[in-house]
């Protein structure tokens, strides 16, 4: 009985395990142009274009059947996007195989209602693939124009097979303006076979303005934070000698500013990231303190600029098109810059090369770091770097410590 509980149990993980291995999240947009996010529940790398899709809602947890008729696109976010599309496409045969013992001299068509794989997207011009068990056929989707596709057969009669390569001269009618003083792309074009590779690589080569978005959001992208560091530092002896109590001084308040890269893993693991970041911001603080052997004040005053290098590795927890929320920790070296400490006793400025101050030397940190952004572009961030000594003295340690907030931008 035991064994056969295990069993059961075993089983109903697998299958869980599997179904969520298929869902990822994703939005779509619907008829009237409202970008609906939520998780898509069937993905799994589709070989052929899908006639439907499952979709359940951040909104309310309910599910939808996607189809042609109640969405626009649907995209799963850091891996594909999906077109829909209803219209004509052509059966005729591309490989010799699909013939039959018959001549085909013609092209031949029906309808379809089903969704596109977008393969290309510039400002322009989109590519997408329509793929099911008869053949592939290709799109260009101009903007504000219906998708028109690309015409390829091949035709088999008493002179034997013939390739039938329409797209060809359709793209030099639609691209005409991008190629009219470019040879190696008409060259191109008439050396551009119907394949997904193919095609893809044409238009990537179309010109500097033409880019892939769709690798551009799986790769990564600039980030700039702006904002104010608030700094607290205090006093404390590390030595017996040391005649002072613990003393902490002023909050301090800086600008702070970084500039950094999102690198996103890979597709399948988009939410996970590497930030390399170089920050700047600096801290002064003033204080006093009364020795307690000899009564004698002494006013203390530390200052000192600062860049840092910081490699962050992060996730976003929450991760759709119109919201982030993201955590990061970032490991790195803080470079202290134009360090300087000042002491007056009793009024007298102090001699401070007795203090072992070594405070030019590279420092390991490590800021933790939480941000919100909005739309995939602005936002809002905090982070808190933990104590480091603001320069290395025999009696007693500097620890320094910041907290730092503000608004993020990404392009």
């Known amino acids: 009985m035991i064994k056969l509980l295990a069993l059961c149990l075993s089983s109903l993980l697998c299958v869980t395990l599997a179904a969520q291995k298929n869902?990822?999240?994703g939005s779509y947009i619907s008829t009237n142009g409202d970008v609906v996010t939520g998780i898509v529940m069937n993905f799994s790398k589709w070989?052929?274009?899908?006639?439907?899709i499952l979709f359940k809602k951040d909104s309310d947890q309910s599910e939808i059947l996607l189809t042609p008729v109640n969405s626009r696109q649907v995209?799963?976010?850091?891996?594909?996007?999906?077109?829909?599309?209803?219209?004509?496409?052509?059966?005729?045969?591309?490989?010799?195989?699909?013939?039959g013992n018959e001549s085909d001299t013609t092209f031949r068509f029906d309808t379809a209602s089903i969704f596109l794989?977008?393969?290309?997207?510039s400002a322009g011009y989109k590519l997408a693939l329509f793929k099911d068990s008869k053949r592939e056929n290709f799109y260009v989707i101009q903007t504000d124009r219906q998708p028109e596709e690309l015409l390829f057969r091949v035709n088999t009669d008493q002179n034997g097979l013939t390739q039938i390569n329409s797209f060809r001269q359709q793209l030099l009618?639609?691209?005409?303006?991008?190629?009219?003083?470019?040879?190696?792309?008409?060259?191109?074009?008439?050396?551009t076979n119907y394949t997904e590779q193919d095609l893809t690589k044409l238009f990537q080569r179309l010109s500097p303005a033409i880019t892939n978005n769709n690798k551009k959001e799986q790769s990564g992208e600039f980030i700039i934070l702006g904002g104010a560091s608030f700094n607290s530092f205090k006093i404390?002896?590390?030595?017996t000698s040391y005649t002072f109590a613990n003393t902490d001084y002023n909050t301090s308040v800086s600008p702070v500013i970084a500039l950094g890269y999102m690198f996103y893993l890979n597709r399948r693991f988009s939410s996970i990231f590497l930030s390399p970041q170089i920050r700047y911001y600096y801290t002064k603080h003033s204080g006093t303190q009364i020795n307690q052997l000899t009564s004698a004040t002494h006013n203390n005053s530390f200052q000192s600029s600062f860049l840092n290098f910081s490699l962050f590795i992060g996730k976003n927890w929450i991760d759709n098109t119109k919201l982030k929320w993201y955590t990061s920790a970032g490991p790195g070296l803080n470079a202290q810059i134009n360090y300087k400490h000042t002491?007056?006793?009793d009024g007298t400025l102090e001699d401070k090369t007795i203090t072992d101050n070594e405070s030019s030397r590279l420092r390991t940190s490590v800021i933790f770091q939480t941000g919100i952004l909005m739309n995939n572009k602005y936002g809002g961030w905090i982070s808190y770097k933990i104590p480091q000594n603001l320069g290395y003295y025999t009696l007693f340690k500097t620890p320094l410590s910041s907290i730092q907030a503000g608004l993020e931008f990404r392009f």
Not at 47 to 52: E, I, W, Y
Not at 173 to 191: C, H, R, Y
Not at 236 to 239: A, E, F, K, L
């Open 23 to 25: 869902q990822y999240k």
């Open 75 to 99: 995209s799963i976010d850091g891996l594909e996007k999906y077109i829909a599309f209803t219209g004509t496409r052509a059966t005729s045969p591309t490989m010799l195989k699909s013939f």
């Open 236 to 239: 404390t002896p590390q030595n």
């Open 343 to 345: 002491e007056y006793i």
């Open 47 to 52: 070989d052929q274009s899908p006639v439907k």
């Open 117 to 121: 794989k977008e393969l290309f997207n």
């Open 173 to 191: 009618n639609m691209l005409a303006d991008s190629i009219a003083v470019n040879k190696k792309l008409m060259e191109q074009i008439a050396a």
